[in-house]
């Protein structure tokens, strides 16, 4: 049942969290750390909240498909790769 939509979806959702708050952050004016920190904040939500959410929301919904989005796709994805942009980003664009 992981299909390959679901796994760019679980690779694209938290880049698209990061990009609306790391815009916010910068209209905000939120300093380089600040912003750096809400952005991978944003980009975390869904391998933080999200298994909890899903047991709450839709306790039929099959665990072993969105444990293993979240802490499989999403998290080693925003660890290598999405932090160091976020912060690198933030570095370039917020004062």
């Known amino acids: 049942k992981l299909t390959w939509p679901l796994m760019l979806?679980?690779?694209w959702?938290?880049?698209l969290s990061a990009t609306v708050v790391l815009l916010s952050a910068l209209v905000l004016g939120l300093s380089h750390g600040n912003a750096a920190?809400?952005?991978t904040l944003a980009a975390?939500?869904?391998?933080i909240a999200a298994p909890a959410a899903m047991r709450m929301a839709a306790p039929e919904a099959r665990p072993?498909?969105?444990l293993t989005m979240a802490l499989g796709v999403t998290?080693?994805?925003n660890l290598l790769i999405g932090v160091p942009l976020y912060i690198s980003l933030t570095g370039l664009l917020a004062p």
């Open 37 to 39: 920190l809400l952005t």
């Open 64 to 66: 072993e498909i969105y």
């Open 44 to 47: 975390s939500a869904s391998y």
């Open 9 to 11: 979806f679980a690779a």
């Open 75 to 77: 998290f080693p994805l």
């Open 13 to 15: 959702m938290p880049a």
